[in-house]
C-alpha cells in the first residue's frame, strides 16, 4: 500500500510539471510587463472551466472530474496572484532604476 502511494505520488510530482501554471509562472518572472495580465486572465479562465465541470458533475458526470476541479482551482489561483505579484515586481525593478546615482558623464573635449 506504501508502495502505491509513493508510485502515486510520484505520477502526480510529474503531472503537476505540466500544468499551464508551472508553464508560465516562469515567464511572468522573466517578462513581467507582458506576461502578468495574460497570465490573470488565464486564471479567470481556469476558475471558469472549473465552474463548468462543476455544473457537469453535478448533472451525474463522472467523479473523477473532482480532480479535475481541484487542478483547476489551484492553478486559478496560483496564476491570479501572480498577475499582481508580475506587476509589482516590475514596479520594483523601475523604482530601482530611478534611485541608482548616475555615474558623471566625463566632459566634452573642447
Do not use: N
Amino acid at each position: 500500500m506504501l508502495r502505491l502511494g509513493i508510485r502515486l505520488a510520484a505520477a502526480l510530482y510529474r503531472l503537476w510539471g505540466h500544468t499551464p501554471a508551472s508553464k508560465l509562472i516562469p515567464r511572468v518572472r522573466a517578462h513581467p510587463l507582458r506576461w502578468a495580465v495574460p497570465a490573470a486572465a488565464l486564471g479567470l479562465l481556469c476558475f471558469l472551466a472549473a465552474a463548468t465541470l462543476t455544473s457537469v458533475i453535478s448533472r451525474g458526470g463522472s467523479g473523477w472530474l473532482h480532480l479535475a476541479v481541484v487542478v483547476l482551482i489551484v492553478d486559478g489561483m496560483r496564476l491570479l496572484a501572480i498577475g499582481p505579484w508580475g506587476v509589482a515586481m516590475l514596479a520594483r525593478d523601475r523604482l530601482s532604476r530611478t534611485s541608482r546615482p548616475r555615474l558623471a558623464e566625463p566632459a566634452a573635449q573642447q
